[in-house]
């Protein structure tokens, strides 16, 4: 018998494009009510805004009424960076979209251990990183990881990989750490598909299913590009037309973000020892110039 997804309140830690855009469907879709936290209030103001602006596209397309658009809107409301995770502990579940560091995510998981609701499902999104390590950070302070507590604590972790942009990506991949319950699987499933989207399941292996084939593809092609086989605009266009991908892939590692697809790289090469993930040079050489792609307007290609 399924399980319902039970999550009257939801946190999100992380106002970037991934954040914004789960509080956005959460809100939306799900009609959860969501606390959204970012450490920089800067960002928050940003996503904000850009939810404001996709909910206005909705209803000028007719997709939503305007009433439908101010009830998401409303749902939404800001956990300050004085306040910190703590502000987060009314929540049934939440939702972790900071960037791809494992010591980052592990001193979050721990913070939730400690501030948060004990029963509350800790959810992360990342792209790559081992579930079962930031699971093993999701344990209060003093208690054994083998213990009953250590344990149930643990089994609370889960990972729930959304695709960006998140309001038009249909799929999330669901993932179990070694210590994940069934019960948080289902509960994380349901909820998932109450934001509307379709859920694949993965193993706690790098880069899960989707990164694990993506990555090299994208990696391929910015070879392809230092080599010289052929220029960024060929290399996009044989791709967008030649098999009906929506974007090129050098066009898309810019979307993902180069830091982004970096990361994810040295994650599935130190994670496999698999000299087929090693990141190009180029790449690397990029992201040390600090050419982020789209966000920060030069990647591959320069944005206005
Ligand atoms: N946020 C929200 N919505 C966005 C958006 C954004 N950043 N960018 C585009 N959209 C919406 C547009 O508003 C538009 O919506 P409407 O239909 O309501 O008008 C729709 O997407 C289509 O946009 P456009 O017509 O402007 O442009 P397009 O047809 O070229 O589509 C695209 C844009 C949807 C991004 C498309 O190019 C695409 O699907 N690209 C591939 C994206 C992809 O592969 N994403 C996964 C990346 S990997 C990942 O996220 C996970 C990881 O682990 C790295």
């Known amino acids: 018998m399924s399980i319902a997804h039970g999550i009257r309140r939801l946190g999100v830690l992380g106002a970037g494009q991934m954040g914004t855009g789960i509080a956005l469907v959460s809100a939306l879709r799900a009609k959860v009510p969501v606390l959204l936290h970012d450490r920089s209030s800067e960002q928050v103001t940003k996503g904000l805004s850009l939810v404001e602006k996709l909910l206005a596209k909705d209803v000028s397309k007719g997709r939503i009424t305007s009433e439908e658009a101010k009830e998401a809107r409303d749902r939404i409301s800001v956990v300050g960076s004085e306040v910190g995770i703590k502000g987060l502990r009314d929540a049934d579940m939440v939702i972790e979209a900071v960037s791809e560091s494992?010591?980052?995510?592990?001193?979050?998981?721990?913070?939730?251990?400690?501030?948060?609701?004990?029963?509350?499902?800790?959810?992360?999104?990342?792209?790559?990183?081992?579930?079962?390590?930031?699971?093993?950070?999701?344990?209060?302070?003093?208690?054994?990881?083998?213990?009953?507590?250590?344990?149930?604590?643990?089994?609370?972790?889960?990972?729930?990989?959304?695709?960006?942009?998140?309001?038009?990506?249909?799929?999330?991949e669901l993932i179990s750490a070694l210590q994940t319950s069934q019960e948080t699987l289902d509960r994380a499933r349901n909820f998932a598909v109450a934001c509307g989207k379709e859920v694949t399941t993965s193993k706690d292996v790098p880069g899960f299913v989707s990164n694990a084939l993506l990555m090299p593809f994208i990696n391929e092609a910015i070879m392809c590009l230092e080599k010289g086989t052929a220029?960024?605009?060929?290399?996009?266009?044989?791709?967008?037309?030649?098999?009906?991908?929506?974007?090129?892939?050098?066009?898309?590692?810019?979307?993902?973000?180069?830091?982004?697809?970096?990361?994810?790289?040295?994650?599935?090469?130190?994670?496999?020892?698999?000299?087929?993930?090693?990141?190009?040079?180029?790449?690397?050489?990029?992201?040390?110039?600090?050419?982020?792609?789209?966000?920060?307007?030069?990647?591959?290609?320069?944005?206005?």
């Open 102 to 172: 494992l010591p980052l995510k592990q001193s979050i998981f721990a913070s939730f251990a400690a501030e948060l609701k004990p029963e509350a499902i800790l959810a992360t999104n990342t792209s790559s990183i081992s579930i079962t390590k930031i699971a093993a950070s999701a344990i209060p302070h003093g208690l054994n990881a083998t213990s009953e507590e250590g344990k149930k604590s643990a089994s609370r972790v889960v990972g729930l990989h959304f695709f960006n942009p998140v309001p038009v990506m249909k799929l999330v």
């Open 231 to 304: 220029t960024r605009e060929d290399i996009d266009t044989t791709l967008r037309l030649g098999m009906n991908h929506p974007m090129g892939p050098l066009q898309l590692a810019d979307f993902i973000g180069l830091d982004t697809c970096l990361a994810i790289q040295q994650t599935l090469y130190e994670g496999t020892r698999d000299s087929k993930y090693r990141p190009s040079i180029l790449l690397e050489r990029m992201v040390d110039a600090q050419w982020y792609g789209r966000k920060n307007g030069k990647g591959f290609y320069e944005y206005t």
